[in-house]
């Protein structure tokens, strides 16, 4: 996963079995919540990176 500079743009790839997929995604409001990284890595729940996508605040949440 990628986060453009500005925060507006984010990537992600995954293997999707045969082979690797792109996801981008941009907000035209806003800027995706970027956790802080340990060492270079992220490790984030189902729900976390739900929200991530979706633009919402996961910070905010119950759902550490």
């Known amino acids: 996963m990628f986060r453009g500079k500005r925060g507006e ?3 992600v790839l995954w293997w999707s079995g045969d082979g690797m997929c792109l996801l981008m995604k941009r907000l ?3 800027r995706f919540v970027w956790p802080q990284a340990d060492g270079g890595i992220i490790c984030l729940s ?3 990176l739900s929200m991530l996508l979706e633009g919402i605040d996961w910070r905010h949440t119950l759902l550490r």
Request: hydrophobic residues 35%; glycine residues 12%.
């Open 46 to 48: 189902p729900a976390q």
């Open 28 to 30: 035209e409001k806003g």
């Open 9 to 11: 743009l984010l990537k």
